[in-house]
């Protein structure tokens, strides 16, 4: 098998919703799972369910409905599932693409969904592949998980907005490596302790750029951190929480994510002064 023989399509029938609901049960937990007679429900009224699949077998769905803020409709992308065997093989991105693809079909022009700022990987996708980007942050977000992935911090959340029918926007608000890289710019002083491991010291709130671009460093494995120094996971959230809190309500919004091969245990989210 190979990446190639990956097919993906809208979902509608009671047969696929079940197997998505089975995948979705495989993955997190029965509890967890989206009943049947709710995502059926959702595409007869606007939403979307893709499948991503190898051989006709189900490897990877995403599961999407209308929102409307009171002025705006748009898509809300709720939940993205990989098997765990096939998570390196860029499904998210094919997923997400189609999804673009089957948002703008029904006439929408924006798709909002949530991430974990601390899960890199979702950020390098999110932000710096697709070119969402994010000027909300949500503290705590859906109270305490005990799933595998949540369990023992705050459920803190970038809600991030995806332009769809904006080409430009991607290119307009990446971040070239290098451009602007001072550690001036940097909000979050990282130091690294006698294992390794990468400490934020001190954050700076309030900081001004001639630049415009300021930098935040974040641990690029989370996960293997709140394993092996679960006090030191919680302390980059509560660091982050601080200074994405911060500069979003001054004006700022995170429009990349950035990796350096020099700092491999850090990434760097890019935040910029933009309007739309």
């Known amino acids: 098998?190979?990446?190639?023989?990956?097919?993906?399509?809208?979902?509608?029938?009671?047969?696929?919703?079940?197997?998505?609901?089975?995948?979705?049960?495989?993955?997190?937990?029965?509890?967890?799972?989206?009943?049947?007679?709710?995502?059926?429900?959702?595409v007869k009224n606007g939403g979307i369910i893709l499948g991503a699949y190898i051989n006709q077998e189900l490897i990877g769905f995403q599961y999407s409905f209308p929102?409307?803020?009171?002025?705006?409709?748009?898509?809300?992308?709720?939940?993205?599932?990989?098997?765990?065997?096939?998570?390196?093989?860029?499904?998210g991105e094919k997923l997400k693409q189609k999804q673009k693809e089957e948002s703008?079909?029904?006439?929408?022009?924006?798709?909002?969904?949530?991430?974990?700022?601390?899960e890199t990987i979702n950020g390098y996708l999110n932000l710096h592949k697709l070119g969402a980007r994010c000027s909300v942050y949500a503290e705590n977000c859906y109270g305490e998980m005990k799933d595998g992935l949540n369990r023992g911090m705050p459920t803190d959340r970038f809600i991030v907005d995806w332009w769809i029918q904006d080409e430009d926007d991607r290119?307009?608000?990446?971040?070239?490596?290098?451009?602007?890289?001072?550690?001036?710019?940097?909000?979050?002083k990282v130091s690294y302790d006698s294992h390794g491991?990468?400490?934020?010291?001190?954050?700076?709130?309030?900081?001004?750029?001639?630049?415009?671009?300021?930098?935040?460093?974040?641990?690029?494995?989370?996960q293997k951190l709140k394993k092996d120094?679960?006090?030191?996971?919680?302390?980059?959230?509560?660091?982050?929480?601080?200074?994405?809190?911060?500069?979003f309500q001054n004006g700022w919004s995170a429009v990349d994510l950035v990796r350096r091969q020099s700092?491999?245990?850090?990434?760097?989210?890019?935040?910029?002064?933009?309007?739309?």
């Not at 120094?229 to 809190?245: K, N």
Request: proline share 6%.
């Open 104 to 118: 703008l079909k029904k006439g929408y022009d924006l798709i909002t969904w949530t991430y974990d700022p601390l």
């Open 1 to 42: 098998m190979n990446k190639e023989e990956i097919t993906i399509r809208a979902l509608e029938t009671i047969h696929d919703l079940e197997e998505v609901r089975e995948l979705e049960t495989m993955i997190w937990s029965e509890s967890e799972s989206t009943p049947i007679h709710q995502t059926l429900t959702v």
């Open 197 to 222: 491991y990468p400490l934020p010291l001190e954050t700076v709130l309030g900081k001004d750029s001639e630049s415009g671009v300021l930098f935040v460093p974040v641990p690029s494995e989370i």
């Open 67 to 91: 929102g409307f803020n009171g002025k705006k409709a748009y898509l809300c992308s709720h939940i993205l599932g990989i098997h765990p065997e096939y998570r390196k093989w860029g499904i």
């Open 229 to 247: 120094r679960p006090e030191l996971a919680l302390s980059w959230r509560m660091s982050t929480r601080q200074v994405f809190t911060d500069y």
């Open 263 to 276: 700092e491999p245990d850090l990434c760097f989210y890019v935040l910029k002064q933009i309007t739309r």
């Open 171 to 188: 290119k307009r608000n990446k971040y070239e490596m290098g451009e602007f890289w001072e550690n001036e710019s940097f909000v979050i």
